[in-house]
Structures are given as C-alpha cells and as structure tokens.
RNA sequence: AGUCGUUUAGCUCAGUUGGUUAGAGCACCUCCCUUACAAGGAGGGGGCCCACGGUUCGAAUCCGUGAACGACUACCA
C-alpha cells in the first residue's frame, strides 16, 4: 500500500465495480443483500440542465442523495435513485440560438423544425457531458432508468396531464396582462421575474383639464412613456383635494384623447400628488383598476417594446421607437409643452428577466394557465395535517405562506423548445380543441384547417410530473410506478421549492391521488469562505471537477456532508477541503498500520467475526463503535448529514487512532482482533459518505473477491447495550495519561525520554484498574516504571488524579530530579490551584445557595455535591504539594 | 412595508427537552522526523455566548425590547 492515498487511481476502479456489480439497481439489494428490509426507498433526481456543466450545487445534491442512497441500501431497502436531466426550455433555446447568431444565422429564418434539430444536436453533446461529471461523484443511482425531459415517455405523460388538468377545469385560455420579455419574445411565469432596487425617477406630469384648461392635476409616475396608454385618473374618493374632480374629463398629453378621473380606494393619498394615472394595459395594479371600472386597454407597445403605430395625435410620430427611447423623447417634449412639473430620484423594484436580463413588460396578450387555488389548498391542508414535513422546519411557513396565496400559473411560452402544446385551432371557426391525439377536423364546425397551438409549455410543467412521469404514469399498471411511487425524499435546494416542490405536490396529488413524497429536504446554498455567491465573473469559484481531480470524490462528499448545516449557507474554502482531505489520509494510513498488525491472520471470516473481548480497552472501543453506529443512523434519518459526519470523522481520529491504535502498540496480538473488527464495521459506517477510499480498504483487508461489494454489506446498526464500566475504566485512565502528559510537556521533558511513576497510596478499584492496564498506560504516558509505593526520600513532583471511585482524588509523584525545573513546576501548580479554586468557589456558592438545594431536583443537588467534594479533595492535595515544592525552591 | 432567519474563540461554525468552569475544524504558541500517517504526534493560549430587561434555585439555551446582517414575500404609481 501507498504511504498516501491517492484518489486518482482507485476512483475509476470502484466505479467500474459498481457498475459491473449494478449496485445501483434496486433489483440487486433483493438478491444480494444479508439482510433485505423488503422496503424500497426512492429518491428522484433533481434534473439538472441538460446543458449545464456540474458546479457545487449539484455535487453538494449528489453528495447528500447519494449518501442517503448508499446508506439505505446497505440498510437492507431497495434503493431507486433515479437520475435525469431536464430540457430547460428557455435556457437551451438561448444558447442554441446564440449559437447559431454567431454563425451568422437567425434562428427564426431556419424555421422550427431546423432549430428543434439544432437543439437535440447540442443535447447529443452535452447531456452525456453533465451525465459523466455526475458519474465522476461516485454516485450510485440506476442508469438503466435514466430519463431526459423531452423522452418520447415522458411527452406523452405531458399531453395526458395537460389535457387531463384541461378536462378537469384547471387550464384554460385568457387574454391578460402578463410577464413579458421583449428579447425573449416571450411570456415568463411570475417566478421567473426577478426584482432589483434600481435608482431611477419619479416624473410629475401635469394633466389639464378639458372643460378649464387653467386647471391641472398633477400626476407622478415611474414610467412617463406609458401615459400613451392612459385610461384614466385615479384618486381617493375621500380625498378632499380632488372630491369636485371626480368624474372630470382630462387631456391626454401627446395622444388625442380624453381621459376621466376615478375614484378608487387603492390610491394612497400620501404619495405623490395623490392622483394616479391609470394604464390598464401596461401595469399590474392599473389592470385591475380597469376591470373594476370597465376602463379600455390602450396597448401602445409591440411585442418587442417599441411604440405601436396608429396613434392618434402627435404620439404618432413615436411609432417604431424603442420604450427607453421614447420615455426621453416624451419627457423632453413635456417639457417643452410646460407639462413637466419636475422629476426626483426614486428608487424603486424593477422586473427582470431571469435569462435575458431585459427589464420585463407587463403586456396583454392570450396565454395557457393552470389554475392554482384548489390544488394548492389540498395540498397546503396535507402539510398542515403533517403529511408533509419539510426540513429545515422554516421552509414550513415559507411553503405555507406561497400556498395560501397563488396566482394561477401561466404554462404557455412563445418558444420551441418543450413540449408543444396538445391544443389544435380550427382556422374556419377559430375556436380550438385540447386532446391527446391529433385531431382530423374541428369538433365546433366540422372544418379541417386545423394547426396545433405553436406554443411550448413551461419547463416546469414536465419537471412537476418527474416523480411519477419517469415511473411509467400514466399508465398506473407499469411496474416501477406500483413499486417505486409514491417516493420517499424529495432533496433539493430551496431556491426552486416553489418553482419545483410545489408543483409537484400539487401535480402529483391531482394526477396520481397520492402525494409524490411526504418528506422534503432543502439543502443549503453553496458559498465561498467570505459568504458570496459563487461565479466566474468573481473568480471565487471552486470548481467541483478540479476538486475531484486534485483531491477525489470522497475528499469533496465528506466535505459537503460535513458543512452541511441546516438553516445557513454553506461556506466552502480550501481549507475546509484540505482538513477532509487529511482525515481520508488517516483513515488509508490507520489501515496500512492495521493490516500490518494482522499479516498472519487475514482470514475474512475471522476479522468479520465479531469478538468478544476480556480487556478493558476493547470492550470500551466495542461499545463506542456501537454508540456511534447507533447515533449516524439516527442523525442521517433526521437528514443531519453534519453531525453524522462530524460523529465519524472523531471516532476514527480520536477513539481508534489517538487511543486504540497506539494502546494496540503495546502487545499486538491481543488487540488485533478488535482493532480489525472495528476498522472493519467503520469502514461500512463511512463507506456512505466516502464510498471509493472505503472500498479499496474493505478489499485490502478483508481479501475479499472482486465479486464482492461493500456497498452491499449490511450496515451497522449498534445493537448491542453499551459497557458503562469498560467506559468508565477507560475515562479514569485516559485522564490519568492526559494529566502526566500535561506535566512532562509542562516542564518540557522530551518526548523520548521515560521518567518513573510513584502512586503511593491509592483505593483498591483504582489500583486494580492500572495494574490490569499497566502496559499501555505507561507507553502511552512514557512512564518507565510505575510502582505503587512511596517514591522514597527523594523530592517529587505531585500530580493529583481524580480516581475511578467519584469524589475521590490521589496523589502520583515524580522525582523531581527527572523535570527540568523547580520554578517551572511551582508555575505549573499554581495556575493548577487558579483553576481549582475558582472552581471551587463557585460550586461552594452554588451549593451554600438555600433556594437551590431546596427547589433544584434531588439528583442535580446530589451531583453538585459530589462534584464539589471531589474538587476539594484535589484542591487540598495540590496546596500540599505546591507548599512542599516552594520550600524545597 | 411584512414574514422569517442569523448574531457563540482571530476565521468558519456546532451546541438536542434550561443543570457545562461553553465545544470542533482551521489559524496561533511550545515541543517532537516515536518504524500507520509531518496531509502526522503531544501539550497550550484564546470567549461579559450582539445589547438591555424579564421568567427561574439555575439561561448561550425560554419570553420581551432594540441593534446589525441576511433571505423571502408585496400593487405605493
């Protein structure tokens, strides 16, 4: 074996191994497994982009999922981890046309078929691109079910859920005002519009009247350039600045029209003027104070955001402008026309694109929606009934709130990348017809020129159907949809629970009658040390195919498991990865030391074999084997990846390698068993997180075949009750080893060199102990030669020991003569005597304090006490000593 | 503006139901190349647990109030 380990070589291997042995296949846990549960645990995906290139999110996912999946595996259940990508309609339409802009070629011109050919091109090149990065992770979900979005399967259960939701009454065809992108020459859903604080203006636009043009009302607005499409003016009706305006009819600056001013409870009469210009057809707020005042829409923008033609007046000569430049142009001409009262900084939210970053329009125009309220009641009262739970807890309210409060949501986008929508036109009677197979002629007037609808639904449409579309749904019968669904976890970030959970469980309750999950857990974001976002443009990237390349997938898994808090953004920093990486290093080396030790009996059978040993130090490495297989299982169930982490990760470089190992040191042959053992159970207790080092070390030691697997061995459970006295024993010596250790370094005696041990005068369970561990105890202290007697005539240096009996101390010396210096050792005592005494103090105080005796419970009272006792014994015993030490100085 | 979250050692963070002289990793200091590992070993220093009130025998932990930071939601033109 290497004196390093070096991820490079064996990662490759074992997943080759895996994937010869199909240890992904839930089919195989059924076969091979020891102990099968008969239960099947499922865990779907999250898809990622089929373009995209893997950075920490998706490591941090797979880390997580496949570490569960592993886990649960070895527990006995039929694991199906699922994996997939996702069409990412808008995404991959943007690159592909890109793309082919920088060939000189407008997509529009190549017509759809051609461009739809363009997109699968790229899918061809780079799905297998993102598929082989997750492979590099070592992750174990089962490629023979892989899915992509847009597979012929999948399609289907798209048409069927899209004409089934139409059947059922949930979708339907309006013309509203929507969410549009003028680059993308597209509807957005209002997810997909994210806001930003941006400094800007407030304009004061006078509005005069038409029946007295000697009086104005005085108007603000953050866009000037819409007053095109005015429909009125609006003000409180209890404001009694403008009570004898209401009603009056105003002009229209630049458009030849009139205009009348409303009243509307809406208009906040502390802002501004008080009066509000009304633009129906171009504002959110605007719209709904048109319906309810049977307002016209006045749409003044092309579908790219420029002046429409025809207007009346002299806003005709706009025509053609871009929105931007018109709003100068009409403020410079309100100007001149003394209309323009004046314009103040403001800072206010804009609307942007999440792909193309282009200020978003709000725009009429006839969409696809799914209604929402029902569906989301049914599932918000499951979760309030407990039948979902979210982890972390926050996310409860967070999904509640979102729940409580949906708009219906817009499935249709002006692309042609998705699914297009099963939705068919009849050119004669202009009505349309939604069914699942292409219709032959219009079910309204019999005519036959007929065209399906050219829009494309919302990539989230599909991705809402993922748990169960990749399972066989519709088709209720298929085998994996009636044994694999409902799921059971559901892992991902937070940033899509509502473009992604929510909809699931809303598509999935209606479609399927069952929840698609019943626990969700939300990971946290992946940052840099400082806390910022990620990107390239910051240079503050880890790049996780690097990583896995310089360090190996376990070093990067454990990482991610390891930070993995709940409730907080991950900060990941070299350093962080470095120290994993180190604790991979230990665990390859403390198993070179291991298999050193057991040259001559590496049987399998024997080291799997679990021993039952008389000493000490193996009965209490034993029970803290077991109370850590106890407590991962019980963490990694409660989806604290951090502490189950945390938990191994100090097991082995505490327990097994600072105390057992070199304990084992001492006489080789008694402990090799245990420490096999051990090291053994470990390896499959890590073997979730650090699937590859573990592997390679299970084959080393066991010499097992290369038929076998360890992710298919059985993973410890901790069954067994705990040893408290071996625990105990071993606590009291430990101690006793920390404290001459602190004395020698104290006094700066050098590691090699062995000094004697005097313990005159110690209670007999004490002594029994440290006779029956005398050997490791005095390696591991570098004690030459303890005897229990007086040290003799000779002056000594006291340590004081708690003994193994509670509340009783002893005193062990050290001729002085083998420390290096008096004064240092009175410093030593001293600052010993500080700490006691304080100590001491406080528990007197606590103690002499007559409410707490009386109302504290007996046994905390009991405690103190005995705690008390026990520091005084100690602090008396250091003052004697240190009153000998100062007059021998 | 509202809702929620965070605030603990120089840095990044743990801390279950209130009973701890408050823990870890990294960094720091001293010593050690002891034959598994220097990507290592032994020891050490370092904290009014954001502030102020309250509940309690007892508060980092529970309850107020405030501050700073962050996230999400929202129709103030």
Known sequence: MDKAYTALQHDLKWQKHWDKYNVAAPETVAQKHS??????????????????????GHALFLALQDGLCRWR??????????????????????????????????????????FLEECWQWVKVYQPRIFSQMKSMGVTCDWSRVKFTLDDDLNDAVTHAFVTLFERGYIYRAQRLVNWSPKG??????????????????????????????????VSTTRPETLLGDSAVAVHPEDERYKDWIGKKLKLPLVDREIEVIADDFVDREFGSGAVKITPAHDFTDFEVGKRHNLQLHNVFTPDAKIVEGLSGEASSLAGLDRFDARKKIEARLEELKLLEGKENYKTRIGFSERWNDVVEPYLSNQWFCKMDSMAKAVSDDAKEGKITFTPQEFYNQFQRWMEDTKDWCVSRQLWWGQQIPAYHCKSCERFMVQRTV?????????????????VLDTWFSSGLWPFSTLGWPNEEAPDFKKFYPTQILETGFDIIFFWVARMLMMGRELTGKLPFDRVYMHPMVRDEHGHKMSKTKGNVIDPIDLIEK?????????????????????????????????????????????????????????????????????????????????????WDEFKMQEGAELLYHFLWDDYCAWYLEISKTDKSKYSHVLVYVMSEYLKLLHPVCPHVTEELWHEMNGVSSEQTLALEAFPQGDSFPDSTAIAEFDFVAEFVKSIRNIRSENGVKPSKKIPLYIP???????KILKENKDWFVSLCGVSDLSFSPAGT??????????????????????????VDVKEEITRLTKEIEKLSSYFDSQTKKLSNKSFVDKAP?????????????????LEKTKAALLSMEKMA
């Open 35 to 56: 102990k099968p549960t008969g239960k099947t645990f499922t865990i779907m995906m999250p898809p990622p982009n089929v373009t995209g290139a893997l950075h920490q």
């Open 73 to 114: 595996r070895m527990c006995g259940d039929e694991v199906l981890y699922l994996p997939g990508s996702d069409h990412a309609s808008i995404a991959v339409q943007m690159l592909v046309a890109r793309d082919l802009e920088s060939k000189g070629i407008n997509y529009k011109e190549i017509g759809r078929e051609k």
């Open 185 to 218: 020459q597209t509807v957005l859903s209002d997810l997909e519009v994210l806001f930003e604080e941006r400094q800007t203006h407030l304009w004061n636009i006078r509005y005069y009247r038409s029946d007295d043009s000697t009086k104005y009302l005085v």
């Open 439 to 455: 219709p032959e002629k219009c079910e309204h007037c019999g005519g036959v020129d007929l065209f399906q609808d050219p829009d």
């Open 551 to 635: 360090m190996g997938a376990d070093t990067l898994r454990i990482t991610l498991n390891a930070l993995c808090v709940q409730g907080r953004d991950m900060r990941l920093s070299e350093s962080k990865i470095e120290g994993y990486r180190n604790f991979i290093n230990k665990v390859w080396n403390a198993v070179r030391f291991v298999l050193s030790a057991v040259e001559s009996n590496s049987d399998p059978k024997w080291i799997q074999q679990r021993p039952q040993p008389g000493d000490m130090p193996s009965k209490w490495l034993m029970s803290r084997l077991d109370a850590v297989s106890r407590d991962v299982n019980k963490r």
């Open 761 to 767: 005068k110690l209670d007999e369970k004490s002594s």
């Open 794 to 819: 000779e002056a000594v240096a006291t340590i004081v020991v708690n003994s193994i009996t509670t509340s009783e101390s002893f005193e062990a010396l050290i001729p002085l003569s083998e420390l």
């Open 858 to 874: 007996p046994e905390v009272v009991e405690k103190e006490k005995l705690k008390l006792e026990e520091i005084q014994g100690k």
